[in-house]
């Protein structure tokens, strides 16, 4: 996983035109973005999604084999919960579909990290991640997902 701050996105351009991408979006999104799905480039899609945030994220730590997730609230803040995923248990099990896997019984090195007011994640396939959950309160917040296809 990497954190970052909106401000600092040209640090991240040697990562790669994808990422870079995916950033330059984030940067430029307005509050007012409706929520739906947007196409950025040919491995990048930006989803914008609202919900309330609450206490546990029942369902676990998600992880993905085919994409890259970079994600902002670009309303309110987010606590997300990470974890490397090797030693993990799965939750539930990989659904190609949607391309993602549950997992439970984080590792003792896990932690988590409050994003939004500037500071995104870029979590990666061995990143455990489990979003939605509230830093003070629960609050209503719209979120910023870029997904970039990595195979």
Do not use: C
């Not at 950033?23 to 919900?51: C, D, H, M, R, W």
């Amino acid at each position: 996983m990497i954190l970052g701050t909106l401000n600092n996105i040209d640090t991240y351009k040697a990562l790669s035109p994808d990422i870079y991408a995916g950033l330059q979006f984030l940067q430029n999104a307005q509050p007012e973005i409706e929520v739906g799905t947007y196409p950025i480039s040919k491995n990048v899609k930006a989803i914008v999604s609202e919900y309330e945030t609450v206490a546990d994220f029942t369902r676990g730590y998600e992880a993905h084999k085919h994409v890259i997730d970079i994600q902002y609230p670009v309303i309110g803040l987010e606590r997300v919960k990470w974890s490397p995923i090797e030693g993990m248990n799965v939750n539930i099990p990989y659904d190609e579909a949607k391309d993602r896997t549950f997992f439970k019984d984080p590792s003792p090195r896990g932690t988590h990290v409050d994003i939004g007011e500037g500071i995104f994640a870029i979590m990666f396939p061995e990143d455990g991640h489990g979003p939605q959950h509230f830093v003070d309160q629960p609050q209503l917040i719209k979120k910023i997902t870029i997904k970039i296809a990595i195979s």
